[in-house]
């Protein structure tokens, strides 16, 4: 069955640390890899994706993803957080098939929060 | 582009009445997605559509859930009857294909008493 494990349920940082959450993902076949973001109040939002080519994705404010195919994991990091950085993030993974929708599952999310 | 807009963004109501969310998708997206979010569970998959089709619902918890995409503008979920379980953020989001980017909806905060 597709699943998306993500490891920590809550971590808490300060500000200018680094940072990195894990993600693991069960799923047959090729993938497209994605890591959203909830800042409070507001709805999901794409912090980066991956499709194919360099594992090495970067993404908005900072954000970067590996995608490593050999340990089916998609861990997202940041070299300094900043308390703007308190949110939830999501990781989620869908077939790589272009031809029709797939499922795109989500993690449980881990909830980010920055002490200034 | 508006984005996509979902109503009400704020639902109280009472065990046993019916609910019903409703969701406008980007226009030019052909895929449409309705998502749960809980404390508990985190963000699920209800149902997803592509060319107004459903494809997978799976995720639908219970036949008191039922979606419907009657064109490519317009979606419903509906809960009937609802119970206090069925509390949760219902996300609606669309995407120019199945398999790229999601877009989402600022959600239905559902509160059943």
């Known amino acids: 069955a597709q699943s998306v494990s993500q490891h920590n349920h809550h971590v808490i940082l300060s500000e200018a640390a680094s940072l990195e959450l894990g993600c693991n993902y069960s799923y047959g076949g090729t993938v497209n890899l994605f890591w959203y973001v909830q800042y409070p109040g507001q709805h999901l939002q794409l912090l980066l994706k991956?499709?194919?080519?360099?594992?090495l994705v970067k993404g908005i404010k900072g954000f970067e993803a590996e995608f490593i195919k050999s340990k089916f994991s998609f861990n997202l990091r940041k070299p300094s957080v900043q308390w703007s950085d308190t949110a939830e993030y999501f990781c989620?993974?869908?077939?790589?098939?272009?031809?029709?929708?797939?499922?795109?599952?989500f993690g449980s999310g881990t909830r980010l929060s920055i002490r200034p | 582009d508006a984005g996509v807009i979902q109503s009400p963004r704020h639902e109280v109501t009472e065990m046993g009445q019916e609910v019903t969310l409703r969701c406008k998708p980007i226009s030019g997206h052909n895929s449409l997605f309705w998502y749960r979010q809980t404390m508990m569970r985190g963000l699920e998959l209800l149902i997803y559509?592509?060319?107004?089709?459903?494809?997978?619902d799976s995720g639908m918890p219970e036949d008191r859930f039922s979606a419907k995409m009657p064109n490519a503008s317009f979606s419903t979920l509906k809960i009937q009857p609802s119970e206090p379980r069925d509390s949760a953020v219902y996300f609606c989001?669309?995407?120019?294909?199945?398999?790229?980017?999601?877009?989402f909806g600022s959600g239905t905060q559902l509160s059943v008493l």
């Open positions: 989620a993974v869908n077939g790589g098939s272009y031809s029709s929708a797939s499922k795109i599952i």
């Open positions: 559509f592509n060319n107004n089709v459903p494809i997978d």
């Open positions: 991956y499709f194919s080519g360099d594992p």
């Open positions: 989001a669309s995407s120019p294909r199945g398999n790229e980017k999601l877009f």
